[in-house]
C-alpha cells in the first residue's frame, strides 16, 4: 500500500497534535544521568523511554542515528526497533541520518531509509545537500513513490555552517538561498504542503533577506539546548511560521528517565509553540 505523500500526512499531524519534534538522542552523559549504562541494553531503554512519553502525543520524532550507530549492528537494531514502535504510536519519524553521496551511492542511501519495505523505513529523511543539489534526484525520486519526504540541510543552526552557506555563487545568490530555490521547485503545485522540506536553524535570526516559502517543511532544530526558544521562531520565520517544525532534543530529554517528567517536559514547549502560533 503507498503512503500519502509526507507532506499531507505532514500537514495533518501538525494540525492535529502541533508542530513539536522530539528529537531521540541518546547521548552517552544522558544514559548516564539517567542512570543507564553506557550500552545497548541502555540506548534500547533510553530510546524506548522516549517513544513511551511522547510518540502518542507529538507530530514528530526524530531519532539521530549518530547515537546508535556509536553501538554497531544492535545499535541500528535498537535504532530499526525505535523507528518502528514511534510510527506504530502515530507519529511521524524523520532519520536524522544527514546522509549526502554521489548520485549512484545517494540512491542506496535512499533505498535503506525510504523504500517502503527497508526496515529502516521512515517518513523522512535528513539529507545534506553539498555534493549539488542535483546528487540528491534519487532520492527525491525514491520519497515520491513511497509517500516519503526529505529535510534537506539549507541554513543549518551551528555557527560553522555559514561559510559553506552563506557563500555567494557567480549569479549573486548564497547557497543557501539555492537550496531553498531548488525545494521551492520540488514542491511546486503540491497540496497542502510539499513533501521536500529545508533545515533552517531556529537560532539564526532575521532571516528576512531569504525567502522561505518554499511550500514545504522547516525543520528548525536549536530550540532548547542551543539556545533558541519558542518565542524566538516568528522572529527567524515571519510569514511561513505555520510550516515551522520545531525540534527539541537535550531540551526535553534531560527531564527523564521519569515518563511523566519527560511528557510535560514536551507538552510545555507544544504550549509554548502553541501560544507563539496562536499571537502571531
Ligand atoms: O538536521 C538536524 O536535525 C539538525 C540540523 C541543524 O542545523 N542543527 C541541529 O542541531 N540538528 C540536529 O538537531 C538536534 C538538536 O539537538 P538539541 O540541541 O539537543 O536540541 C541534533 O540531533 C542535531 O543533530
Known amino acids: 500500500m503507498t503512503l500519502e505523500p509526507f507532506g499531507a500526512r505532514l500537514r495533518r499531524a501538525m494540525d492535529e497534535r502541533g508542530p513539536l519534534c522530539v528529537g531521540i538522542d541518546p547521548h552517552r552523559s544522558l544514559l548516564v544521568e539517567w542512570g543507564l549504562n553506557d550500552d545497548v541494553a541502555g540506548l534500547e531503554r533510553f530510546s524506548r523511554t522516549v517513544v513511551e512519553a511522547v510518540a502518542g502525543r507529538v507530530a514528530v520524532l526524530k531519532p539521530q542515528s549518530a547515537f546508535f550507530e556509536r553501538f554497531g549492528s544492535r545499535g541500528v537494531a535498537a535504532l530499526e526497533k525505535s523507528v518502528q514502535e514511534a510510527r506504530a504510536a502515530g507519529a511521524l519519524v524523520v532519520m536524522d541520518a544527514k546522509r549526502g553521496d554521489i548520485g549512484s551511492t545517494m540512491a542506496a542511501y535512499a533505498e535503506s531509509f525510504l523504500h517502503k519495505d527497508a526496515p529502516l523505513f521512515s517518513d523522512a529523511l535528513t539529507v545534506s545537500p553539498y555534493l549539488g543539489y542535483g546528487s540528491l534526484s534519487p532520492a527525491v525520486a525514491l520519497a515520491r513513490e513511497n509517500g516519503a519526504g526529505l529535510f534537506v540541510l539549507a541554513l543549518t543552526s551551528n555557527p560553522e555552517g555559514g561559510e559553506v552557506q552563506h557563500a555567494v555563487r557567480a549569479d549573486g545568490r548564497d547557497v543557501g538561498a539555492t537550496v531553498l530555490a531548488h525545494l521551492t521547485a520540488e514542491n511546486a503545485g503540491e497540496e497542502p504542503l510539499g513533501s521536500f522540506g529545508a533545515v533552517v536553524g531556529a537560532t539564526l535570526g532575521d532571516l528576512s533577506s ?11 532544530p536549536g530550540v532548547g539546548a542551543q539556545g533558541a526558544t519558542p518565542a524566538d521562531l516568528p522572529g527567524v520565520f515571519g510569514s511561513v511560521l505555520r510550516n515551522v517544525v520545531p525540534n527539541v532534543s537535550r531540551g526535553v530529554l534531560r527531564h527523564g528517565p521519569d515518563v511523566t517528567a519527560l511528557r510535560d517536559a514536551a507538552d510545555r514547549f507544544a504550549d ?6 496562536e499571537s502571531s
Open 210 to 220: 531569504y525567502d522561505l516559502d518554499i511550500n514545504g517543511p522547516l525543520l528548525a
Open 272 to 277: 509554548e509553540i502553541r501560544v507563539t502560533l
